[in-house]
């Protein structure tokens, strides 16, 4: 059982491009180690235009256009590789820029405040990516129907609700429990941290069984599917630790 035709939390892990991407046989396939190399790559982009905003805001200039443009940049690059696939290539490298510059906006108004948080925030997304592959690598979380139904299900409620609470903002209507510090905020927080790490999971699963199976350009849709998970993490683990921090 699936919602809405997905088969994992991430729109690049879906049948429709996979299935379509078995149509026609070729000798090249996608590998585990083109992913890697193509998702360190995309990392390393992120990392650097992160870096460039993170020094322009502490230079003392305005990154608000930096960190919303690159928002929507983000959503722009997401909604066209949804349709066009042959375009996935430059898209994922124009997408892990853009999301770096939102990145490192964030990270740079939240080390303002609390200094060191964004680089505890990487270090627990590093560690709790280390062990969900750990978990799915050794069966400790076997990836079962059941499973994946329930977390693209919460996953789905969650999309909805932030982006409710985002046209809500242009009324003046705020979801307190999104954006403050109180006992529901954190608790609601730890959720989503929760399953946007299971979301992994669900990723490797979807990677595992087209691996020497779909061809080798949709390494790259694998790539833009990973970074979308890993960055979606770090934001809500910085988000968590940024409300405890305010809490305590």
Known sequence: ?????????????TNYFWNRS??????????????????IFCLILVTLSAAYTWKLFFDGADIQWYTTGGIIVALVCSIVI???REWTMPLTLIYAIAKGLFVGGFSAYIHKT???????AVIVTLITFLV???????????????????VITVISVIFLIYITAFILRFFDIHFSFLWDSSWYAIAFN??????????LLLDFD??????????KQYEWFATWGLLVTIIWLYVE????????????
């Open 237 to 248: 683990v910085l988000r968590l630790l940024k409300k405890l921090a305010i809490r305590f």
């Open 206 to 215: 979807f990677m595992d069984r087209y691996i020497g199976r779909a061809k």
């Open 1 to 13: 059982m699936s919602l809405f035709g997905l088969n994992t939390s991430n729109p690049a892990f």
């Open 114 to 120: 609390f200094p060191y948080l964004p680089f505890q």
């Open 190 to 199: 730890v959720v989503v941290a929760i399953f946007a790490s299971l979301s």
């Open 22 to 39: 078995n149509a026609k046989q070729t000798h090249n396939k996608m590998t585990l180690s083109g992913v890697i190399l193509k998702s």
């Open 82 to 84: 949804s349709v066009r």
């Open 132 to 150: 969900m592959l750990l978990f799915y690598m050794t069966g400790i979380i076997k990836v079962t129907k059941k499973f994946r139904s329930i």
